[in-house]
Nanobody, 122 residues
Framework: QVQLVESGGGSVQTGGSLRLSCAAS????????VGWFRQAPGKEREGVAV????????IYADSVKGRFTVSRDDAMTTVYLQMNNLKPEDTAMYYC???????????????WGQGTQVTVSS
């Protein structure tokens, strides 16, 4: 069973950057795709980006295109989310998740990390 751990969250000013990491606890991962999702207070959880762990193919939400980049390491056990030009509306708890479908939807992901908080001020 795959286990995921997020890290890299924090507080930054508008226009700043953060890099989030999502590490699998074992090489024996059981899902083909890794997604980044976020949830702000009072709002539903929404998809940010998805990457194929083996293929490297990516999907981005329109709200983050041109600012965020999802990538993977050579071992295909860690996925990153590089976030540039951050805006206050990016403030949310960010989660990584593993799933079996190449879709930017929470419905297709069944293993979730604990989340890491991102706060953008100004």
């Amino acid at each position: 069973q795959v286990q995921l751990v997020e890290s890299g969250g924090g507080s930054v000013q508008t226009g700043g950057s953060l890099r989030l990491s999502c590490a699998a606890s074992t090489y024996h991962v059981s899902r083909r795709y890794v997604g980044w999702f976020r949830q702000a207070p009072g709002k539903e959880r929404e998809g940010v980006a998805v990457i194929g762990r083996l293929s490297g193919s990516t999907i981005y939400a329109d709200s983050v295109k041109g600012r965020f980049t999802v990538s993977r390491d050579d071992a295909m056990t860690t996925v990153y989310l590089q976030m540039n030009n951050l805006k206050p509306e990016d403030t949310a708890m960010y989660y990584c998740a593993a799933g079996s479908s190449y879709k930017l939807s929470v419905n297709f992901f069944d293993y979730w990390g604990q989340g890491t908080q991102v706060t953008v001020s100004s």
